[in-house]
DNA sequence: CTGAAAGCGCTTACAG
DNA sequence: CTGAAAGCGCTTACAG
């Protein structure tokens, strides 16, 4: 049994507890010579704080967690679809967290569940996290936000909206994504371009959306009402957005998805209609998940610096002082056009 | 500030705080009528125990650690390539830990370290989880398994090795879905069969070809020994024994991956040469993730049952009386063989 | 069936 | 710069 306790360090170190204490947590006013003693006892017993007893003391938990919807999380894990969302943020936020010896701890979050806040509650009473990452569509919910802020846990939004300026955020700039993809297919001569927006509940659909808009505007580009489809993010949103958008009297030439899924709905529904991407149709996808890469073709997409966003969070909490801070800009993080085989110049 | 304490809800109902634990831990010997008032008065005051206090008190952790290794998890993650091992393995896990109110805790472990021990050590010193999950190749780790058996930690060891009994272990017959992979090509009309190994270090690897040698011995087709290729799970691999069968003089007509890395390297090399999958070459893979399933053409695969065995795993930690637990026969579940494109009778 | 006491392993004020 | 005391919020024996 690994029952080494700060007691036993203190009496081989022949000290207080309270010095143990002091030189574990890099407190100050301990002499040098008495700092490498106990460092000594430490590393002969091998010791490591217990926790749980730390955060009884009253010191912080060194726990993050991050809340996920559960509904599209394990639908897409389940589908195996590759979408790598959570993959990439614990790729950002688990190394961070470990080098200050953080724990990340990933919840699902029901949103459409009436108890929805009494979970969030259960978990900060019974888990006393020292941070909370909110991701899409949770970071924008102004009930969570009041309640984390009630109960006084710092909290950093991944894709937060542009409403509500409360807490850590962290983002890219969807709206000026969207405008490069477009000015991407506007450059290569397109004109007559199909646009698929993501979930409405994500301010991202509506920002992405808004870029699309600018950008035809600024090149002088009309958009016919019907080359807009409202959409999910799903594969079978994209499958709908496609059939509709291919049955039209003058197709697109061109089309943007807000999202992967999306995005392969429509390489999949071009296919079955004889279309060739990119020769018939091109394509830009939102997000660049795996399967992206490996379709045929491979397609041009916006990269989500996901990854980074979760990684900056991840930072924020653990130096931040927390809901002290005024509220501070967003951190902007930048994205990337990854031009691959599926865009090129229409074909008249 | 949450404080809703025990004693809050002791005061509460009038009652002592033994007895709120008691309700709380649904121990025995309480009335119904005491019950019913301790509830009610847990309901009014929103109250959840405090995890660390709880821990403190002697009771359990509630913590589940699942250690993965280091380098490939974060290789995968980082390049994008779909591999969703991990994805899985959180998909069968966690809603089976909310079931009984467990939290898992993903921590990544460096093989290669020296300190791989010291770490282990003290995540369990820190966190003391009630159990542990161990993925390959730590699950065939004996220097592990002597530590979480010397500290007591009660573990799951998912794709074990044929040769250490100890600890819950959950699996796949490998060996028979090798077999039946090979079967599928020699049904076909096979005879030629190349197989690319998996890394020496995972037991899989060797029970996979140990199918392979069965299955072709069994229906008396000779294995010229150039077409088994030693390597490793990675794409880079791949394409060394895609290299190497296509320079053969009489190369096989079909090739048996053990990942899907292997097998998307040999398609993408098969068709650098000019070879058509399936025409001239029949292409099966192992585990079935997500950008096999969205590849040109889709290949055919052994699906790994990842998100059941960690399900299993995270129940048998659960429900177990963990160490002192006879050795069990291990927990074996289904794999599939999901028969798409890749496979076709040979040209000849 | 219910309650008062001790203790888990730390940290935070408070002395010296 | 170092130490003795109190307390964090629970649970586990132990009484009654």
Redesign the pocket.
């Known amino acids: 049994m690994g ?5 036993h360090v203190a009496k081989e170190a ?9 030189v ?2 890099n ?5 040098d ?3 490498e003693r106990v460092r000594a006892a430490i590393d002969k017993l091998g ?4 926790m749980a ?2 955060r ?4 912080k938990s060194y726990l993050l967690v991050a809340f996920n919807d559960r509904k599209p999380t394990l639908e897409k894990w389940r589908a195996g679809r590759g979408s790598d969302w959570v993959a990439q943020m614990l790729l950002g936020a688990i190394p961070r967290c470990e080098r200050d010896g953080y724990h990340l701890l990933l919840e699902l979050l029901d949103g459409h569940s009436a108890k929805l806040h009494q979970k969030i509650d259960a978990i900060i009473s019974s888990l006393r996290p020292d941070g909370v990452i909110l991701t899409p569509p949770h970071s924008q919910d102004r009930s969570i936000i009041d309640q984390l802020e009630h109960r006084k846990v710092p909290y950093a939004r991944l894709s937060p909206g542009e409403d509500d300026e409360r807490g850590f955020r962290v983002r890219m700039d969807e709206r000026q994504a969207a405008v490069m993809a477009t000015r991407h297919l506007l450059d290569l001569g397109h004109r007559r371009i199909g646009f698929l927006t993501g979930s409405a509940e994500y301010a991202v659909s509506t920002e992405r959306l808004e870029g699309f808009r600018a950008a035809m505007a600024d090149a002088g580009a009309a958009i016919a009402p019907e080359w807009v489809r409202q959409g999910e993010f799903s594969f079978e949103s994209g499958i709908a957005s496609a059939d509709a958008l291919f049955a039209l009297r003058g197709p697109p030439t061109a089309i943007i998805a807000s999202s992967d899924e999306q995005a392969l709905a429509v390489l999949h529904r071009a296919k079955d209609m004889g279309l060739d991407v990119p020769a018939d149709l091109s394509l830009i996808s939102f997000d660049d998940t795996p399967p992206i890469a490996f379709s045929l073709p491979p397609l041009t997409a916006i990269r989500h610096p996901t990854a980074a966003m979760a990684e900056r969070a991840a930072a924020l909490l653990i130096e931040g002082h927390g809901l002290d801070m005024p509220p501070s800009p967003p951190c902007t993080l930048p994205f990337e056009l990854v031009v691959r085989g599926s865009t090129v110049p229409p074909r008249r």
Chains 1, 2 share one sequence.
């Open positions: 029952a080494v306790t700060i007691k022949g000290v207080s507890l309270q010095t143990v204490s002091r574990v947590n407190g100050p006013n301990v002499t010579a008495m700092r010791y490591v704080p217990n007893a730390r009884m003391g009253g010191s």
